[in-house]
């Protein structure tokens, strides 16, 4: 048992450690996805307010567009610290979509559809808030697990979907408007209660790192598991209120599962850190730096040399075109004129954009073929959950494969574009059951590509400007979904619709989304192509060691401050 001045140092140390500040990461992030579940309630959007397949496809690109547009939180996050980024994201969340379920349930006028742009561009601009409050803080973090990390925190963006769907069926049942209103107020919540939470600590190697990851990923395996077994057995069965109850109350379990392994972590470090001070010589256990090699000195020498003898020449319009080696820290114009900026973005808009067109029209998708109601439920679920799957995979895998094999990361993403081409042709085919697999394919490719895009960003124009380059990289989606959501698959859509002359905003038959998705595969394809010269380009710098400067400097693995950490042998 511990006293009652140990227990207070114990959890003022849990609460102000740096695995704790991951837990809390996690949970704005599981909370953070509501952009990814547009298809649950856009048929209550459409019928309510009486919209087209052209119309709703413009509020989806309009969602899009929030929710990739991250120009302001860049802005905010170069000037600011994490709590204003994620305090100013809450409260953009909770206005956006609280003025949604307003309008849909007539507690005011019926708004016009550019006001309704207005306020979804608002809700799910609030998502980029979270992402630079949370993802470059913790990439900052752990610069040399930012693929792990990446693919995490992604991870649980991508499970979010699965997750608000069973956490409003226990809240509120069957009724989809009142999943508008979960949105609103649930991912507020959590980012004030860990606003202060989230913060910039000083770079700490832990022996035992990559194993604690794995236990986070094994709790987020689980979870997956049983979000996945969930939605087969809804599928089949039908809950009481009771039974939607419970269940919400085992994923709420599930997701503060990870708060053990970080309640162990830090007393394994608290520990520590009172044996060391309460010795009378003390010993600071920190690891050795890796001695450079002498290209790797050779090459941070010349780099000083040239930033110190002339400062102003970064700021020169030549220098614009000069821009550093690789992996060294670009300017935020350097970086844009760059061609393997140019190669990352447009294999970027051929990869989300696509993709996402398939996830935000699946219900109407799904609707065309002559799938059940309950159906679409389950495909919007199984998106959520792959996406989850995808991003943890692409994070883990391409970190390893890079570390151990030299593997470019750019490769890996020409690799799943040419799986997206899979599934957007089952899309267009659309054979009889197949869209199950598709929304598989498609949920995977979605969340494979988040970390490896945002990984590739920071290996190849270094952290110093992360927090704009994470958000131009974002650019690339609503870019994309308005030229392949709306004026490609909502106006053939339309005009398929119109040749049956039915009366009604509603396409039946395969023509329907055909067209689109023969179009979206040939552009995806494309992507993929150029992605391959991005690899010829980039081919010698991953065959080297690209986190090299993390360990020239020396970082120390004992943190100063309020929140000292000791290095900690992982076996004991």
């Given at each position: 048992?511990?006293?009652?001045?140990?227990?207070?140092?114990?959890?003022?140390?849990?609460?102000?450690?740096?695995?704790?500040?991951?837990?809390?990461?996690?949970?704005?992030?599981?909370?953070?996805?509501?952009?990814?579940?547009?298809?649950?309630?856009?048929?209550?959007?459409?019928?309510?307010?009486?919209?087209?397949?052209?119309?709703?496809?413009?509020?989806?690109?309009?969602?899009?567009?929030?929710?990739?547009?991250?120009?302001?939180?860049?802005?905010?996050?170069?000037?600011?610290?994490?709590?204003?980024?994620?305090?100013?994201?809450?409260?953009?969340?909770?206005?956006?979509?609280?003025?949604?379920?307003?309008?849909?349930?007539?507690?005011?006028?019926?708004?016009?559809?550019?006001?309704?742009?207005?306020?979804?561009?608002?809700?799910?601009?609030?998502?980029?808030?979270?992402?630079?409050?949370?993802?470059?803080?913790?990439?900052?973090?752990?610069?040399?697990?930012?693929?792990?990390?990446?693919?995490?925190?992604?991870?649980?963006?991508?499970?979010?979907?699965?997750?608000?769907?069973?956490?409003?069926?226990?809240?509120?049942?069957?009724?989809?408007?009142?999943?508008?209103?979960?949105?609103?107020?649930?991912?507020?919540?959590?980012?004030?209660?860990?606003?202060?939470?989230?913060?910039?600590?000083?770079?700490?190697?832990?022996?035992?790192?990559?194993?604690?990851?794995?236990?986070?990923?094994?709790?987020?395996?689980?979870?997956?598991?049983?979000l996945m077994a969930m939605i087969i057995i809804q599928r089949n069965f039908t809950f009481p209120p009771i039974g939607y109850r419970v269940n919400a109350g085992a994923i709420i379990l599930l997701l503060f599962l990870p708060l053990l392994v970080?309640?162990?972590?830090?007393?394994?470090?608290?520990?520590?850190?009172?044996?060391?001070?309460?010795?009378?010589?003390?010993?600071?256990?920190?690891?050795?730096?890796?001695?450079?090699?002498?290209?790797?000195?050779?090459?941070?020498?010349?780099?000083?040399?040239?930033?110190?003898?002339?400062?102003?020449?970064?700021?020169?319009?030549?220098?614009?075109?000069?821009?550093?080696?690789?992996?060294?820290?670009?300017?935020?114009?350097?970086?844009?004129?760059?061609?393997?900026?140019?190669?990352?973005?447009?294999?970027?808009?051929?990869?989300?954009?696509?993709?996402?067109?398939?996830?935000?029209?699946?219900?109407?998708?799904?609707?065309?073929?002559?799938?059940?109601?309950?159906?679409?439920?389950?495909?919007?679920?199984?998106?959520?959950?792959?996406?989850?799957?995808?991003?943890?995979?692409?994070?883990?895998?391409?970190?390893?494969?890079?570390?151990?094999?030299?593997?470019?990361?750019?490769?890996?993403?020409a690799i799943i574009l040419f799986i997206c081409c899979f599934g957007h042709l089952l899309i267009a085919l659309g054979f009889p059951g197949t869209l199950y697999l598709a929304s598989v394919i498609m949920g995977f490719c979605l969340g494979a590509?988040?970390?490896?895009?945002?990984?590739?960003?920071?290996?190849?124009?270094?952290?110093?400007?992360?927090?704009?380059?994470?958000?131009?990289?974002?650019?690339?989606?609503?870019?994309?979904?308005?030229?392949?959501?709306?004026?490609?698959?909502?106006?053939?859509?339309?005009?398929?619709?119109?040749?049956?002359?039915?009366?009604?905003?509603?396409?039946?038959?395969?023509?329907?989304?055909?067209?689109?998705?023969?179009?979206?595969?040939?552009?995806?394809?494309?992507?993929?192509?150029?992605?391959?010269?991005?690899?010829?380009?980039?081919?010698?710098?991953?065959?080297?060691?690209?986190?090299?400067?993390?360990?020239?400097?020396?970082?120390?693995?004992?943190?100063?401050?309020?929140?000292?950490?000791?290095?900690?042998?992982?076996?004991?």
């Amino acid at each position: 048992m511990f006293a009652g001045s140990d227990g207070c140092s114990l959890a003022r140390h849990i609460i102000q450690g740096r695995w704790f500040m991951v837990f809390g990461s996690f949970l704005i992030m599981s909370a953070a996805g509501a952009t990814y579940i547009f298809a649950i309630y856009s048929k209550e959007v459409k019928s309510t307010l009486g919209y087209n397949q052209q119309e709703l496809n413009t509020l989806a690109f309009f969602k899009d567009l929030g929710a990739n547009v991250g120009i302001l939180s860049a802005i905010v996050g170069e000037l600011a610290p994490p709590w204003v980024v994620l305090s100013i994201g809450a409260v953009m969340n909770l206005s956006g979509y609280l003025l949604i379920y307003l309008s849909l349930t007539g507690h005011i006028p019926h708004p016009k559809l550019w006001q309704m742009c207005l306020f979804i561009a608002v809700g799910a601009n609030s998502q980029t808030f979270a992402n630079t409050g949370v993802l470059v803080t913790c990439v900052n973090n752990f610069p040399e697990s930012r693929g792990i990390i990446l693919g995490l925190l992604k991870g649980f963006v991508g499970l979010s979907g699965a997750i608000f769907t069973q956490l409003y069926l226990a809240f509120y049942g069957h009724d989809s408007k009142s999943l508008v209103l979960l949105i609103a107020w649930l991912p507020a919540a959590i980012s004030i209660v860990f606003v202060h939470t989230i913060r910039i600590i000083k770079i700490v190697r832990q022996a035992n790192e990559f194993r604690v990851f794995c236990y986070f990923l094994y709790i987020s395996l689980a979870l997956a598991a049983y979000l996945m077994a969930m939605i087969i057995i809804q599928r089949n069965f039908t809950f009481p209120p009771i039974g939607y109850r419970v269940n919400a109350g085992a994923i709420i379990l599930l997701l503060f599962l990870p708060l053990l392994v970080v309640i162990k972590q830090e007393f394994l470090l608290w520990k520590q850190k009172r044996s060391t001070t309460s010795n009378t010589t003390l010993v600071e256990i920190t690891t050795l730096p890796t001695p450079p090699s002498a290209e790797t000195a050779e090459t941070a020498a010349t780099v000083t040399a040239t930033s110190s003898s002339n400062p102003s020449k970064k700021f020169s319009l030549g220098a614009m075109f000069k821009p550093p080696k690789r992996g060294e820290d670009y300017s935020i114009i350097q970086s844009i004129v760059s061609i393997d900026m140019v190669i990352i973005f447009f294999a970027s808009m051929c990869g989300l954009g696509g993709v996402l067109t398939a996830v935000d029209n699946m219900a109407q998708i799904g609707e065309s073929l002559g799938y059940p109601s309950a159906s679409i439920g389950v495909f919007i679920s199984l998106t959520s959950i792959w996406n989850y799957l995808g991003r943890v995979f692409s994070g883990f895998v391409s970190e390893m494969l890079l570390s151990r094999y030299k593997f470019p990361r750019p490769l890996m993403f020409a690799i799943i574009l040419f799986i997206c081409c899979f599934g957007h042709l089952l899309i267009a085919l659309g054979f009889p059951g197949t869209l199950y697999l598709a929304s598989v394919i498609m949920g995977f490719c979605l969340g494979a590509q988040m970390p490896l895009i945002f990984s590739i960003i920071s290996e190849l124009f270094g952290l110093k400007y992360f927090a704009t380059l994470y958000n131009i990289g974002n650019l690339a989606s609503p870019l994309a979904s308005y030229i392949l959501n709306v004026r490609i698959a909502g106006h053939l859509y339309d005009r398929e619709t119109a040749k049956q002359n039915k009366g009604t905003t509603t396409c039946i038959g395969v023509d329907c989304f055909k067209l689109s998705f023969l179009i979206i595969a040939a552009l995806t394809m494309l992507g993929a192509l150029v992605l391959l010269f991005l690899v010829w380009r980039t081919k010698d710098f991953y065959r080297g060691d690209i986190y090299a400067k993390f360990r020239v400097t020396g970082t120390e693995v004992v943190e100063k401050g309020t929140s000292d950490e000791t290095k900690v042998d992982e076996n004991k």
